[in-house]
């Protein structure tokens, strides 16, 4: 299938192609579409253990890589360094990197390899020559790329006002157990 950093035959190519386009890949690309893009991407190897994107990189951060097999960690720092939350663990036909291939800004979440992996690797250059030489398929690539941003965001939106429902639902118990608290305390004063 993959070999090294180069496609094994035309069936890998359609695998990749395959995976492209199902759930939760870029499910608005049409199969010609994504054979195309497929053309643009290099195939990697990647060992068990390797961190593929860290939080906070700045450098080579224009690439998406499409997982042929094996597993893919995601997780997040959240309050102090090195203390992380894994929010996803992704497979074949996952997606990562979609936005530092659009920006180029600091990556936003660590990826890791749980296992060995396989990926398809499609970089800004490739990208670039993509809208040159094929700008039909270059542009639905990048409104299903959007898509699926704009679908994250709302799920991610989503969170965000339950996660505010739930902080101001415990706020209003800390209000009210330190109401309580300071009745008690000024039952329990002497008088003088």
Not at 102 to 110: E, F, I, K, N
Not at 162 to 173: D, G, I, K, V
Request: net charge negative.
């Amino acid at each position: 299938m993959v070999f090294g950093n180069s496609w094994i035959g035309d069936d890998a190519r359609e695998h990749a192609a395959r995976l492209l386009v199902m759930a939760p890949g870029l499910v608005e690309l049409s199969p010609a579409d994504a054979r195309e893009v497929v053309g643009y991407m290099r195939p990697q190897r990647v060992p068990s253990g390797s961190v593929l994107i860290r939080e906070g990189e700045a450098t080579d951060v224009d690439a998406m890589m499409l997982i042929l097999q094996g597993e893919v960690t995601v997780e997040y720092e959240v309050s102090a360094p090195h203390e992380t939350m894994v929010v996803s663990i992704m497979g074949p036909g996952g997606l990562i990197g979609e936005m530092g291939l659009l920006d180029g800004s600091p990556r936003s979440a660590t990826c890791t390899a749980t296992t060995e992996l396989a990926v398809a690797v499609l970089g800004r250059d490739a990208l670039r020559q993509m809208i040159e030489e094929c700008p039909d398929v270059a542009a639905r690539l990048l409104l299903s790329i959007s898509t699926r941003l704009s679908d994250h965001l709302r799920e991610s939106n989503r969170k965000l006002r339950t996660f505010a429902q739930l902080s101001r639902a415990l706020q209003q118990e800390l209000d009210a157990t330190h109401a309580v608290n300071l009745r008690l305390l000024g039952a329990a004063a002497p008088k003088t």
